[in-house]
């Protein structure tokens, strides 16, 4: 008896049978795939293109062969979504939709900051630098429940042992009232306190300091009211004797130790010193009020050719009620000027 080569009876049985072992779906020609030589598949000579499949092959998925993905050979039982062949370590507490944070390359994140951004909660000062399960604890450190974006979720023990003692305060558990969100500390530097800036000498105080024990509210932000014992004790110059207004910053700035300090109203008041011809011309107040602790008194002719009235006297002949003193020279030169 004569019998057939077992490929063609193979064809000749699926022919028969109107059956592939690809499934019914699968509707193209055999040799896209196989050749005559076998049914074994020779990649580079596959002409069927998986993109037309809605699912192109990009990555890692190139190099693999077909039944890793379709093991049974029917193709199309096998969906599209990744967790069809990869095992979701997340547990659906980030969904099922891998590409948010994966790509076909590789499993690594490297978009953590955006996909929080996204989710309304930027990983700003502090949380930049947290490791992920700092906040998403799970026993398989894989698992990232949604946790909320209020601070109080995560930092109600910081809030229930802060000092000052927050709960007897009576303060907000919305955080960022008080802390700047983008700081990396809970301390003073990372309080929102732009009411009143923490610029400079105020910068690095404790909160203590200024606030006596949970005196919290109700401060002035008059520096006198900090800063009497400072106006008090001031010695050079001494400010209680010359009846130096009580409004620092009539003359100071934040900087630290008071200094420098520079009272510029003097030019628009009294007489200018920081413009026209004195602008430079001086070191110290002592240069023209040579009285200690006078400031009423002053002096020009201890630098104006003091020790040449021949001269002056020159210069101002026909000059009615000429007198070399200092009073008369400011009631003729208000501003410093020499006309």
């Given at each position: 008896m004569y019998r057939l080569p077992p490929i063609i009876f193979l064809f000749?049985?699926?022919?028969l049978n109107a059956q592939s072992p690809h499934g019914e779906a699968m509707?193209?020609?055999?040799a896209a795939c196989?050749?005559?030589?076998g049914w074994q598949v020779n990649s580079p000579n596959i002409s069927f293109q998986h993109s037309s499949t809605g699912f192109d092959l990009s990555g890692v998925h190139q190099?693999?062969?077909c039944v890793e993905c379709h093991s049974n050979l029917v193709f199309e039982s096998v969906e599209s979504n990744c967790i069809e062949c990869h095992l979701d370590v997340h547990q659906m507490t980030v969904g099922d939709n891998c590409t948010r944070c994966h790509d076909s390359e590789n499993w690594l994140v490297d978009n953590i900051p955006q996909i929080h951004l996204e989710n309304g909660f930027p990983l700003l000062g502090a949380h930049s630098v947290a490791s992920c399960v700092d906040c998403h604890n799970s026993e398989s450190t894989l698992q990232y429940t949604r946790l909320g974006n209020e601070c109080f979720t995560c930092h109600d023990t910081d809030y229930r042992t802060a000092e000052p003692n927050h709960e007897q305060l009576g303060y907000?558990?919305?955080?960022?009232?008080c802390h700047a969100f983008e700081s990396f500390t809970w301390s003073a530097s990372g309080i929102d306190h732009s009411f009143f800036p923490l610029e400079q000498s105020h910068g690095n105080l404790a909160c203590a300091e200024c606030h006596l024990p949970n005196t919290f509210s109700g401060l002035s932000s008059d520096c006198f009211s900090c800063h009497e014992e400072d106006y008090q004790t001031a010695l050079n110059p001494n400010h209680v004797q010359s009846a130096f207004p009580k409004d620092c910053a009539l003359c100071h700035s934040l900087d630290p130790n008071w200094m420098p300090a520079e009272f510029t109203i003097h030019d628009a008041e009294y007489f200018p010193i920081y413009s026209g011809n004195h602008q430079g011309e001086w070191n110290s107040c002592t240069d023209c009020h040579t009285v200690e602790g006078n400031y009423n008194l002053f002096s020009c002719i201890d630098c104006h050719e003091h020790n040449d009235q021949g001269d002056l006297a020159r210069e101002h002949r026909g000059i009615n009620g000429y007198v070399f003193e200092s009073n008369a020279c400011y009631s003729c030169h208000p501003t410093g000027e020499e006309d």
């Open positions: 000749s049985v699926l022919y509707k193209m020609d055999c196989h050749s005559t030589e190099n693999l062969s907000s558990t919305n955080c960022v009232e």
